[in-house]
Every structure is written in C-alpha cells, then in structure tokens.
C-alpha cells in the first residue's frame, strides 16, 4: 500500500472515531439508567399537568402528561387496547415517554404489547417479582422486538421535571403474591401529591407506610374497591381530597371503604361512570369525572 493511500485511511479512521464519540457511541444502555433521572419531554407533548384514570372497566391505565412527559402507569386488559390509544392518539401522542407496570396481573400489563407495537415508547419500568402468563410472554416479546430499554426496579426510581417528579417504589420482598408485590407511584407537582396504589393488599400498604409521606390530594385506590385496615390507616395519614377506584360499578367498592372516604371528606369517584380527570388550571388542581 503506498504512504498516500495509508494517510487517507488513517484520517477516514480518526473522522469515524470522531464522529462515535460525538454521537455517544459506547455510552450506557437507558436500562442501566440511575436511580433518578432528568428526563427530556416529548414533542408532542405539551407543558402542565393533566392525568387521566381511564374507564378500563375492572382494570387500570393511567395516563399522565407532565412537563412535556407522556407517562403511562399500567396498561389495563388486552382488550382495553383501542380505548387506551384512542387516548392517546385523541391527544395527538405518537410517543411515550416512560410505561410504568406496578405488577404483572393482566388487567395491569394486558395492552402493554399492543402500545409497544404502536408507539414508540422510551423506557419501560417494571419491578423484579414476576409472574408467568401469555400478557407477559407478549410484554417481553415486544420489548425485544421494538428494541426498548427495560429497567427493573430494584430501589426506588424518580424520573425529575421542571415542576415535580415521580417516584416508583417497588416491594422491598417477594410476598409470594402479585397484589401484595405492587410498586407504588408517588406523582409530585408543585405543592400537590397524588398516588397510585397498584393492587397493593395489606403486606404491601403496611411496607409503604414505614416510609409514606404526609398528605395528598389523590390516591388511586388498590384493588379495585377493596379495603383493610392497612388501607385505612394509609387514607387517615394521606387525609385524600379524591380517590377514584377502578371498578366496574359502584356497588364493588367495600362499604367500609365508602364510609371511611365519606368520613374523612374525599370525593369517591368510580371509573364505571366515566374516565377520572385529574389537572393543573394554573392555580389549584381540578378533578372532574368525564361522560363515558
């Protein structure tokens, strides 16, 4: 090779390192993302804080634009799919920033393939205690497909925006149940709280309690209506303004449940009358029930 030719190729060499390094070839995978993380918004998203619980029937989807981040907190029943990206596409949404999956029931992970499939979708969190099942199989199959990042929670994950964040709080142990193995979502905006509870049963909620916070205005109640005397003791610290359960009428959720939200002065709404609507007006944080 003469000395000419060997300087063109040591040049084209050092451009293509070049190029690597300024284009963060070699950087870490999302999925060995920290703990916390300073996440950049979504295009097509817009600025503010609007949640919607979806009306899934017996099951749970909620749907959080924050700061420009589109955030999806379990994905309902496989045959919730349409009405969860209706949703979305209704709100011009063609990615998701982040899915949260607190468990891995299917009427938790049941549309998580089909919204793997249809948008792009920046990392999926999920915590460790798995449970074999055709909704999981299909979850981890379009993951490996779409190339996602995957991280599985082991500690506590706050994703930070300009105005809050969210914080994903897995089980310390394997309970041995999938209810009981629920990751809790703290959502944090301003001065306001908000939180969703999974199928969270009893071991669960009195794990959470060791370290829950004070007040909120909103709790996504676990189990579609169910109550214990761990719950009771979590609403009466959180004193909630709203809860919403996520039922398919209003008759599911325990009496003792209704009489202790009664008491405390929470608003009981059920998503068996329409999709909960949770957000900012630019001075306080409105809630209102939509028509189905």
Known sequence: MSEKKRLWRACLLSAIMLIGLLTGCGSPSPAAAQATETAAPAAQATDGFTVKLLSTGKS??????????????????????????????ADDVSRIDYM??????????????????????????????????AEYEALVAAEKKRGVPVVILKEDYTIETANGFVTVDPPNTDYGDDNNNSAVTTVSYREHRLLFLGDAKKKRIEEYLDTAQGGCDFVKLPHHGDWNKALESLLRRSAPRWAAATVLSSEDVAPELAAQLKELGAALLCTSDGTVRIQWNGEALAVEQLSK
Request: hydrophobic letters at 45%.
């Open 60 to 89: 749970d989807c909620a749907i959080l634009y924050m700061d420009g981040l589109v955030i999806v907190n379990d994905t309902a029943d496989a045959d919730d799919a349409n009405t969860i990206i209706s949703a979305l596409k």
């Open 100 to 133: 949260i999956l607190s468990h891995y029931d299917k009427d938790h992970i049941g549309s998580a393939a089909a919204l793997l499939e249809g948008f792009a979708v920046g990392t999926v969190l999920r915590q460790a205690h798995t449970e074999e099942s």
